[in-house]
C-alpha cells in the first residue's frame, strides 16, 4: 500500500471515530438537558428569598462565648508564692593573719556555728588558703526585712566564728551577722600563747547587738 492510500485511509478512520464521539456524548447529555429544560422558572422574588443571608442568633449576654476551636491557654501559674518559699543566702569570708593582717595565715580550721554560745550548731567548716581566706555560703532572712524597718525580724542572721591554728590560741567571734546577697567579711588576729597572759580562748562578744 503505497502512502497517498495509507493517509487517506487514517484520515477517513479518524472522522469516523471523531463522529462516534459525539454521538455518544449527545446520548449521555440528552437526559440532562431534558430535565434542565423541564426545571419550572422561578420569579424574582422566590430568586431573592432562596439567596438572602440565614438569620443570625441574638446573642445572650448570660451565657459563655462558644469556643471557636482555638485550644484556651492557661494563664501563667503565680510564682510569688514560690519567691517567698526560697531560700536566701549571703557569703562570709573569713580572713586570718598575724599582727594585724600582716601575715595570713594558711591551713588554719575556721568552724563556723549556728545559735547560741551554749548550743552551737556546726554549718560550715574549711581550711584557710595561702592568702589566709575561707569563704563560706550561709542561709539569710529575705533581703525585703531591711526595707521594712517596723519588722520584728532581724534583717541578717547572725553566726558564730571559731578559728584554730597551731601554736596559737582559739579564737571565737560571737554574733557575726550575715545579710542576703551580701558578702559579709570578719577579720581575725591570732594570738600566741606567750602574749596572752593566761588566757586559754580570745573571745570577742556579739557584735550584732547594734541598731543599723
Given at each position: 500500500?503505497?502512502?497517498?492510500?495509507?493517509?487517506?485511509?487514517?484520515?477517513?478512520?479518524?472522522?469516523?471515530?471523531?463522529?462516534?464521539?459525539?454521538?455518544?456524548?449527545?446520548e449521555e447529555a440528552a437526559p440532562v438537558l431534558a430535565?434542565?429544560?423541564?426545571?419550572?422558572?422561578?420569579?424574582?422574588d422566590e430568586a431573592n428569598q432562596e439567596s438572602a443571608p440565614l438569620p443570625v442568633p441574638e446573642a445572650n449576654e448570660n451565657e459563655p462565648p462558644v469556643p471557636m476551636g482555638i485550644p484556651e491557654i492557661a494563664p501563667p501559674a503565680d510564682i510569688s508564692e514560690q519567691l517567698k518559699e526560697e531560700k536566701s543566702y549571703g557569703t562570709l569570708t573569713v580572713n586570718v593573719s598575724l599582727t594585724r593582717g600582716l601575715f595570713p595565715v594558711a591551713g588554719a580550721t575556721v568552724r563556723?556555728?549556728?545559735?547560741?554560745y551554749e548550743n552551737y550548731a556546726l554549718v560550715g567548716e574549711e581550711q584557710t588558703d595561702e592568702s589566709g581566706k575561707a569563704v563560706f555560703r550561709l542561709e539569710t532572712p529575705s533581703a525585703e526585712l531591711s526595707e521594712t524597718p517596723d519588722s520584728a525580724q532581724k534583717p541578717y542572721a547572725t553566726y558564730s566564728v571559731v578559728v584554730d591554728a597551731?601554736?596559737?590560741?582559739?579564737?571565737?567571734?560571737?554574733?557575726v551577722p550575715v545579710f542576703a546577697g551580701i558578702n559579709s567579711v570578719q577579720d581575725v588576729v591570732l594570738t600566741a600563747p606567750?602574749?596572752?597572759?593566761?588566757?586559754?580562748?580570745?573571745?570577742?562578744?556579739d557584735e550584732s547587738d547594734y541598731d543599723l
Amino acid at each position: 500500500m503505497n502512502s497517498d492510500i495509507m493517509q487517506r485511509y487514517m484520515s477517513q478512520a479518524m472522522k469516523m471515530y471523531k463522529a462516534h464521539l459525539q454521538a455518544e456524548n449527545k446520548e449521555e447529555a440528552a437526559p440532562v438537558l431534558a430535565e434542565m429544560e423541564n426545571v419550572p422558572e422561578r420569579s424574582p422574588d422566590e430568586a431573592n428569598q432562596e439567596s438572602a443571608p440565614l438569620p443570625v442568633p441574638e446573642a445572650n449576654e448570660n451565657e459563655p462565648p462558644v469556643p471557636m476551636g482555638i485550644p484556651e491557654i492557661a494563664p501563667p501559674a503565680d510564682i510569688s508564692e514560690q519567691l517567698k518559699e526560697e531560700k536566701s543566702y549571703g557569703t562570709l569570708t573569713v580572713n586570718v593573719s598575724l599582727t594585724r593582717g600582716l601575715f595570713p595565715v594558711a591551713g588554719a580550721t575556721v568552724r563556723v556555728f549556728f545559735g547560741p554560745y551554749e548550743n552551737y550548731a556546726l554549718v560550715g567548716e574549711e581550711q584557710t588558703d595561702e592568702s589566709g581566706k575561707a569563704v563560706f555560703r550561709l542561709e539569710t532572712p529575705s533581703a525585703e526585712l531591711s526595707e521594712t524597718p517596723d519588722s520584728a525580724q532581724k534583717p541578717y542572721a547572725t553566726y558564730s566564728v571559731v578559728v584554730d591554728a597551731p601554736g596559737y590560741l582559739r579564737h571565737i567571734n560571737l554574733g557575726v551577722p550575715v545579710f542576703a546577697g551580701i558578702n559579709s567579711v570578719q577579720d581575725v588576729v591570732l594570738t600566741a600563747p606567750s602574749a596572752a597572759n593566761g588566757t586559754e580562748d580570745i573571745v570577742v562578744p556579739d557584735e550584732s547587738d547594734y541598731d543599723l
